[in-house]
């Protein structure tokens, strides 16, 4: 049986070299990764698209923007939601979870 721990069996994250091609995937995957790694630029006390954040970038959590082993990575946020958060109170889903992140994180509050 294999370890579980072993190198071999860690995540590993699609290379952004194999972000689609194409016009709109392409863009969309792209602007996806920049929000994520510039979360405060969009969204945050000086946010370009909402000032209603609490000025966190996503990878402050998510290591290397989700993608690290071990660093609270994101290949099993679908497998992971609903769940019970004691920070909220409730079973959250996945988006409940993300807006939980933006408000409660400075906030204490969902």
Same mark, same amino acid.
């Given at each position: 049986? #294999?370890?579980? %721990?072993?190198?071999?069996?860690l ?8 972000? #689609? ?14 929000? %994520?790694?510039?979360?405060? !630029?969009? %969204? ?34 679908a497998?992971?939601y609903?769940?019970?958060? #004691? ?9 409940? !979870?993300i807006?939980?992140?933006f ?8």
């Amino acid at each position: 049986m #294999p370890e579980l %721990f072993a190198p071999e069996n860690l995540y590993v994250a699609p290379d952004l070299s194999t972000i #689609p091609n194409t016009e709109e995937e392409g863009k969309i995957i792209a602007y996806g990764h920049q929000l %994520f790694i510039h979360t405060s !630029k969009y %969204f945050g006390p000086n946010g370009l698209v909402s000032k209603s954040h609490n000025g966190l970038n996503c990878q402050n959590c998510h290591l290397d923007a989700g993608t690290r082993p071990y660093g609270n990575n994101l290949a099993v946020v679908a497998t992971t939601y609903p769940m019970y958060l #004691p920070r909220a109170g409730a079973v959250l889903n996945t988006p409940q !979870k993300i807006n939980e992140c933006f408000c409660a994180a400075s906030t204490g509050k969902v």
